[in-house]
């Protein structure tokens, strides 16, 4: 029996208190990633986004094309 299979087999309060609490679980880390971020250290400066911007960015070239 695959997986969904036994998930489709649970009553519906089941399933409905499952989907709710792994909704509430991405919203916490969702809330919380930025305050742990910022406990450990992990958030950008403003020479890093000076950095991602020069070096990580496609740069676009324009070519002028002849018409035939």
Request: net charge positive; charged share 30%.
């Amino acid at each position: 029996m695959s997986l969904w299979d036994s998930y489709r087999n649970l009553s519906p309060r089941t399933r409905l208190f499952i989907g709710g609490g792994v909704m509430a679980y991405a919203a916490f880390g969702l809330l919380a990633s930025d305050q742990i971020e910022r406990f450990l250290g992990w958030t950008a400066t403003d020479e890093d986004r000076k950095r991602l911007r020069e070096e990580q960015l496609p740069r676009v070239s324009v070519i002028d094309r002849r018409e035939k």
